[in-house]
């Protein structure tokens, strides 16, 4: 699914319908549309009657209201269809409305069919209806949607720069084991995605951050992270130690300052966080978490969209909020069939797919949690749905394998496998595809919409590092998966291997980092740059 | 509701199986008339894609499962890409940068911890650094200054445990 609306044809008899009409048809049928409060329209022709067939009575079958007459014809099957009856006898009445879902069908063609005006008309007759400050519903502004340009974060021709003439040259940049310093897996694992996220990566080796320059009247985290960068990329293949990076970190995190287990996904948050905050008391500027400019947010901040909706009116409350990962909770594969099929189909597996799926349906609110609703001025059932109003450049899913029971006070963790995939289309995850399937899927710019041409982002993402941890909660070992070029490698701690890709697919994954396609590929050619300008420095011994 | 079959049916069970069937075609319709637009409008998923995807996994378990499938999986190795091994514990020894003494990699954290003195008990204080002004800047959770959603009462039907989703490591 690319995210573009196909604009389908209209039949011979559609066109024909509009040639002679115009919006006229539609425009009229706005009378006898009737909105209601979940987003989905109808056709109501009589307030005071069941609609029946303007030939026979029945009111079985389909009904189908005449745009031309407005008149309501059955259709029980294609050989008896008095809707088509109609059509023979008055020329021309070859388009109806299906009334119990208000689509088009052309009774010749005995299928329905598409018109974007008539899905604009359904549409404003929905803006009409709904109770005021619902915002999902905007026309589409105009050039108001800056050309977001693709922010890789750095010059990639600094990292011909670096340079290492050894034997070991070909094989990827910034490939080096980190020592275990006593439980400090969860922080090595979070390190080599950091280390290999391109657009991060391209910020600190392109030199953005200048750690002569910076000012050191308060400790920098960035600093420190800068350093680890060099020594990872410097050449040197020996495991290396990133213990001037935890000093640093303890300084600024003294809650999380302790040795002992500790959460990687905790880290990977702490220290974007440090990150932004060093940004933000240098930079008077305070733009807001949507627009920071400091590496972290432009990196991996995206913006959540949280919709409330009455259940009784359809007023919903919107609101917007940054986020710099997603945290999803487990599916619950169907205890059934986790094994495959003789086919070889899978039945029944947790899938991350599916879990973003749970993230963002419509969840019924507990009846002890009626919101107040502005509209209807009392509390009322509510529903509440998520999606995702902006994407970052790089995606951190969190699976939330740590289930803890208030009741028994005891916590445990989650073992269940979760298929991923390597690549990843987000598009019916957005606010624009979530809305739009909420008012029944219309031809209509809805709010989140962005039309092709105004931005060089797309929702296609290429997974590109995994965090697993294996063993119990209270004791357990993180390893991070990395794919460069297409080949994953094993970093646990000091040692680095190389696995197949069904290695990978098999893991029990915890987090999983995924970047925009095309800075993936883009990534790569950085890499392939590194490798042509040590070509003829390099000796024999190649990987 | 009763069994099809006219003969044996009583003319009210026969208007329940009438109704229930004109109610399960509009329906079928309703829903054939949804995915209908989906399609035509290219709002579908690729299932062709997402079926690979999920055959590919379910091959990639089965061979990894497998023992004869060599080490790939198991937890030792022998050499790493760069051919060198390394020892259980990492033996690189360098100076602390808080106390100037010679420690071992391995056992750096723990020794880092009593010297700064922090840890368990050192977290009950109230520390008076310039960190810790740093700090009073963000929400003061470690967790997440942009907590970006709350997500309370997400049953999951996991008994009575809901997630956080934090785990510990070694």
């Given at each position: 699914?690319?995210?573009?609306?196909?604009?389908?044809?209209?039949?011979?008899?559609?066109?024909?319908y509009r040639?002679?009409?115009?919006?006229g048809?539609?425009?009229?049928?706005?009378?006898?549309?009737?909105?209601?409060?979940?987003?989905?329209?109808?056709?109501?022709?009589?307030?005071?009657?069941?609609?029946?067939?303007?030939?026979?009575?029945?009111?079985?079958?389909?009904?189908?209201f005449c745009?031309?007459?407005?008149?309501?014809?059955?259709?029980?099957?294609?050989?008896?269809?008095?809707?088509?009856?109609?059509?023979?006898?008055?020329?021309?009445?070859?388009?109806?409305?299906?009334?119990?879902?208000?689509?088009?069908?052309?009774?010749?063609?005995?299928?329905?069919?598409?018109?974007p005006?008539?899905?604009?008309?359904?549409?404003?007759?929905?803006?009409?209806?709904?109770?005021?400050?619902?915002?999902?519903?905007?026309?589409?502004?105009?050039?108001?949607?800056?050309?977001?340009?693709?922010?890789?974060?750095?010059?990639?021709?600094?990292?011909?720069?670096?340079?290492?003439?050894?034997?070991?040259?070909?094989?990827?940049?910034g490939?080096?084991?980190?020592?275990?310093?006593?439980?400090?897996?969860?922080?090595?694992?979070?390190?080599?995605?950091?280390l290999?996220?391109?657009?991060?990566?391209?910020?600190?080796?392109?030199?953005s951050?200048?750690?002569?320059?910076?000012?050191?009247?308060?400790?920098?985290?960035?600093?420190?992270?800068?350093?680890?960068?060099?020594?990872?990329?410097?050449?040197?293949?020996?495991?290396?130690?990133?213990?001037?990076?935890?000093?640093s970190?303890?300084?600024?995190?003294?809650?999380?300052?302790?040795?002992?287990?500790?959460?990687?996904?905790?880290?990977?948050?702490?220290?974007?966080?440090?990150?932004?905050?060093?940004?933000?008391?240098?930079?008077?500027?305070?733009?807001?978490?949507?627009?920071?400019?400091?590496?972290?947010?432009?990196?991996?901040?995206?913006?959540?969209?949280?919709?409330?909706?009455?259940?009784?009116?359809?007023?919903?409350?919107?609101?917007?909020?940054p986020?710099?990962?997603?945290?999803l909770?487990?599916?619950?594969?169907?205890?059934?069939?986790?094994?495959?099929?003789?086919?070889?189909?899978?039945?029944?597996?947790?899938?991350?797919?599916?879990?973003?799926?749970?993230?963002?349906?419509?969840?019924?609110?507990?009846?002890?949690?009626?919101?107040?609703c502005?509209?209807?001025e009392?509390?009322?059932?509510?529903?509440?749905?998520?999606?995702?109003?902006?994407?970052?450049?790089?995606?951190?899913?969190?699976?939330?394998?740590?289930?803890?029971?208030?009741?028994?006070?005891?916590?445990?963790?989650?073992?269940?496998?979760?298929?991923?995939?390597?690549?990843?289309?987000?598009?019916?995850?957005?606010s624009?595809?979530?809305?739009?399937?909420?008012?029944?899927?219309?031809?209509?710019?809805f709010?989140?919409?962005?039309?092709?041409?105004?931005?060089?982002?797309?929702?296609?993402?290429?997974?590109?590092?995994?965090?697993?941890?294996?063993?119990?909660?209270?004791?357990g070992?993180?390893?991070?998966?990395?794919?460069?070029?297409?080949?994953?490698?094993?970093?646990?701690?000091?040692?680095?291997?190389?696995?197949?890709?069904?290695?990978?697919?098999a893991?029990?994954?915890?987090?999983?980092?995924?970047?925009?396609?095309?800075?993936?590929?883009?990534?790569?050619d950085?890499?392939?740059?590194?490798?042509?300008?040590?070509?003829?420095?390099?000796?024999?011994?190649?990987? | 509701?009763?069994?099809?079959?006219?003969?044996?049916?009583?003319?009210?069970?026969?208007?329940?199986?009438?109704?229930?069937?004109?109610?399960?075609?509009?329906?079928?319709v309703?829903?054939?008339?949804?995915?209908?637009?989906?399609?035509?409008?290219?709002?579908?998923?690729?299932?062709?894609?997402?079926?690979?995807?999920?055959?590919?996994?379910?091959?990639?378990?089965?061979?990894?499962?497998?023992?004869?499938?060599?080490?790939?999986?198991?937890?030792?190795?022998?050499?790493?890409?760069?051919?060198?091994?390394?020892?259980?514990?990492?033996?690189?020894?360098?100076?602390?940068?808080?106390?100037?003494?010679?420690?071992?990699?391995?056992?750096?954290?723990?020794?880092?911890?009593?010297?700064?003195?922090?840890?368990?008990?050192?977290r009950?204080?109230?520390?008076?650094s310039?960190?810790?002004?740093?700090?009073?800047?963000?929400?003061?959770?470690?967790?997440?200054?942009?907590?970006?959603?709350?997500?309370?009462?997400?049953?999951?039907?996991?008994?009575?445990?809901?997630?956080?989703?934090?785990?510990?490591?070694?």
């Amino acid at each position: 699914m690319s995210g573009t609306i196909v604009n389908p044809k209209p039949c011979p008899h559609l066109a024909n319908y509009r040639k002679k009409h115009g919006l006229g048809g539609y425009n009229s049928l706005q009378n006898n549309l009737k909105a209601s409060p979940h987003g989905k329209t109808t056709i109501l022709k009589d307030v005071s009657q069941a609609p029946r067939c303007n030939l026979c009575s029945t009111n079985k079958g389909r009904l189908y209201f005449c745009l031309i007459c407005s008149q309501i014809y059955c259709f029980l099957s294609p050989d008896s269809s008095h809707a088509f009856l109609h059509s023979q006898s008055e020329r021309d009445h070859e388009i109806a409305v299906d009334m119990e879902r208000a689509e088009l069908f052309c009774v010749v063609c005995c299928d329905q069919v598409y018109d974007p005006d008539f899905d604009m008309a359904v549409m404003c007759k929905q803006i009409k209806e709904l109770p005021c400050n619902n915002d999902c519903v905007k026309v589409r502004k105009q050039s108001s949607n800056k050309r977001r340009k693709v922010d890789d974060c750095g010059a990639s021709k600094d990292l011909t720069l670096l340079m290492d003439a050894g034997p070991s040259s070909c094989l990827p940049l910034g490939l080096r084991g980190l020592n275990n310093l006593g439980n400090t897996c969860f922080m090595n694992s979070v390190l080599q995605a950091l280390l290999h996220t391109p657009p991060f990566r391209n910020y600190f080796l392109g030199d953005s951050h200048n750690r002569e320059i910076c000012r050191r009247s308060s400790p920098c985290l960035a600093c420190d992270i800068d350093a680890v960068f060099s020594a990872v990329f410097s050449g040197d293949r020996t495991p290396y130690s990133p213990a001037r990076f935890l000093y640093s970190w303890w300084q600024h995190s003294a809650n999380l300052a302790s040795y002992e287990q500790q959460d990687a996904h905790e880290f990977f948050i702490s220290m974007l966080d440090r990150i932004h905050e060093k940004e933000e008391l240098s930079n008077s500027q305070n733009k807001g978490a949507g627009d920071c400019h400091c590496i972290a947010h432009r990196v991996f901040s995206g913006v959540l969209r949280s919709d409330v909706s009455c259940t009784v009116c359809g007023f919903t409350s919107t609101t917007h909020d940054p986020c710099v990962d997603i945290s999803l909770d487990m599916q619950h594969a169907p205890s059934l069939a986790e094994k495959s099929t003789k086919t070889g189909k899978s039945v029944g597996i947790s899938t991350l797919t599916g879990c973003l799926d749970l993230f963002t349906r419509p969840e019924r609110l507990g009846s002890d949690q009626k919101l107040y609703c502005q509209n209807c001025e009392v509390r009322q059932d509510s529903l509440k749905q998520m999606s995702i109003r902006r994407l970052p450049l790089v995606l951190c899913f969190h699976m939330k394998r740590f289930a803890h029971s208030h009741i028994r006070k005891m916590s445990k963790k989650i073992d269940q496998y979760l298929q991923f995939p390597f690549s990843l289309d987000m598009t019916p995850y957005l606010s624009s595809s979530i809305i739009r399937n909420r008012f029944g899927n219309r031809i209509f710019a809805f709010d989140g919409d962005e039309s092709d041409m105004s931005t060089e982002l797309s929702t296609e993402f290429e997974l590109f590092a995994v965090v697993t941890h294996s063993g119990k909660l209270e004791a357990g070992h993180y390893v991070t998966y990395l794919r460069l070029r297409n080949q994953w490698y094993k970093c646990d701690d000091a040692w680095i291997t190389r696995v197949s890709e069904k290695v990978v697919r098999a893991l029990q994954s915890y987090m999983m980092y995924y970047i925009q396609k095309m800075l993936y590929y883009k990534a790569s050619d950085d890499l392939d740059c590194f490798e042509m300008s040590t070509q003829e420095s390099a000796h024999g011994g190649c990987c | 509701m009763s069994a099809p079959n006219e003969e044996y049916a009583s003319p009210h069970s026969q208007l329940s199986s009438h109704f229930f069937g004109d109610l399960l075609d509009s329906i079928i319709v309703d829903i054939a008339s949804e995915c209908h637009r989906i399609a035509r409008l290219g709002l579908d998923r690729n299932l062709e894609e997402e079926e690979e995807e999920l055959r590919l996994s379910a091959q990639a378990r089965v061979r990894v499962a497998d023992p004869s499938n060599g080490g790939e999986t198991n937890g030792k190795y022998v050499v790493d890409i760069f051919g060198q091994t390394h020892p259980a514990v990492a033996n690189e020894i360098f100076e602390c940068m808080n106390c100037g003494r010679s420690i071992m990699a391995g056992r750096f954290a723990p020794h880092l911890e009593k010297c700064m003195g922090k840890g368990r008990k050192a977290r009950m204080k109230a520390t008076r650094s310039s960190t810790a002004s740093q700090t009073r800047h963000s929400r003061g959770s470690p967790i997440s200054l942009y907590s970006p959603y709350s997500n309370s009462n997400r049953s999951n039907g996991v008994d009575d445990y809901c997630n956080e989703g934090g785990l510990d490591d070694q």
